[in-house]
């Protein structure tokens, strides 16, 4: 019989866990230090819960970490991580080490439903939803763990779809009784989803990044499907109700792609869309994948966007790549072991 994982579950959850099995309520906080502040990989290291109390947990219950399956590491430091998260199925995470930090970015779903068209996740359609045990684990059995100084939710998947998990995860590694970071350790990035937006920035303090990828809703809707659901325009409208203008960073995120989004025509647009609202814009470089006739602009150009945005009050940077060599794009390591299984 498989067992239940504890890792992944917050306080009031264990504080049921330890109910159901007549243990005194302070075990749950106990067992959350061992997990979260100890990070021990078995039950029988739980060492201040009696011999039996550890008895009984572990006849229904396991820590539940799982190390990665595969690495692919990058002439610049950078490792993708694969972790198995059931038959045949796999995510990946992405370790990116920098001079002064060291992120993680981590994924929320196999696949998505969202269908971006430059998307290497999207092409695989949607397979399931993580559970935050499954999320956490990625941080939680990175080899580089204890190194961490950020974890980004840019992996795959579309974090705000599946977010009963997701938050539980945030509130681990926010709350005292779990990781306790700071929520600024930590940024989710999202399409902007209508049914989901405005519960993650109410129930919590984390960074917050929109893939935007163009000002204008008729283009947006051919490189991003949701945008008919829930168009930029109203997105930014929502967000404005909301401070950004302290601790708490919102963050726009645009691939620029040549000869598509990237004339002064779109940078202008997006200085009229993004008035008022405390943000910054962030360049990225396409990371072609097969079968899609998209392709990133050249540096000169991206230089252009982004000094014009700046000048006109929207700061904007232009974001390194990192693992070129092993990415091509997120999706591409997961997709790539699926089908290798599916041919064994
Ligand atoms: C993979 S998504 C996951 C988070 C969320 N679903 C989203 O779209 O924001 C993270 C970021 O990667 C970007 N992205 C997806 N495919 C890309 C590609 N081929 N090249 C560069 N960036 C890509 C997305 O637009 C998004 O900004
Ligand atoms: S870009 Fe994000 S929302 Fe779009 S398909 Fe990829 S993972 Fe999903």
């Not at 990989?41 to 550890?54: P, Q």
């Not at 430059?118 to 190194?147: H, V, W, Y």
Request: contains cysteine; charged residues 25%.
């Amino acid at each position: 019989m498989s067992k239940y994982p504890l890792l992944g579950m917050t306080l009031a959850e264990l504080q049921s866990v330890v109910k159901s099995l007549g243990m005194p309520r302070f075990a749950a906080k106990q067992i959350a230090a061992w997990l979260y502040d100890k990070k021990v990989s078995s039950i029988d290291e739980m060492t201040n819960l009696s011999l039996n109390n550890r008895e009984a947990l572990k006849a229904e219950y396991e820590v539940g970490g799982e190390a990665p399956v595969d690495a692919m590491c990058s002439v610049d430091g950078t490792i993708k991580y694969l972790y198995r998260v059931g038959e045949n199925i796999f995510v990946e995470a992405v370790y990116i080490p920098d001079d002064d930090r060291a992120t993680l970015c981590v994924s929320s779903q196999v696949g998505c439903k969202m269908n971006c068209k430059f998307c290497m996740t999207g092409k695989q359609g949607f397979t399931t939803n993580l559970t935050a045990n499954q999320i956490l684990n990625q941080i939680n059995s990175l080899p580089e763990r204890d190194k961490l100084t950020n974890v980004v939710l840019m992996g795959m998947g579309e974090p705000l779809d599946n977010l009963d998990e997701v938050l539980k995860t945030l509130e681990i590694l926010t709350s005292s009784y779990g990781y306790g970071w700071s929520p600024k350790r930590i940024t989710l990035s999202s399409i902007g989803l209508r049914k989901g937006l405005q519960r993650f920035i109410e129930e919590s303090d984390c960074h917050l990044a929109i893939s935007l990828h163009s000002p204008f809703p008729s283009q947006r809707s051919e490189l991003m499907p949701a945008e008919r659901a829930f168009s930029i325009t109203e997105i930014v409208d929502l967000l404005k109700n909301y401070d950004f203008s302290k601790q708490r960073r919102l963050s726009f995120e645009y691939i620029v792609f040549r000869d598509v989004n990237d004339s002064l025509i779109y940078a202008k647009e997006l200085v009229k869309l993004l008035r008022g609202v405390d943000c910054r814009v962030n360049l990225i470089r396409f990371h072609a994948i097969p079968g899609v006739d998209l392709k990133g602009a050249d540096m000169e150009t991206m230089t252009t966007f982004r000094d014009y945005l700046t000048s006109h009050g929207v700061f904007t940077t232009i974001r390194a790549s990192r693992g070129e060599d092993i990415f091509a794009a997120c999706g591409m390591l997961s997709t790539s072991k699926q089908g290798e299984n599916n041919k064994n």
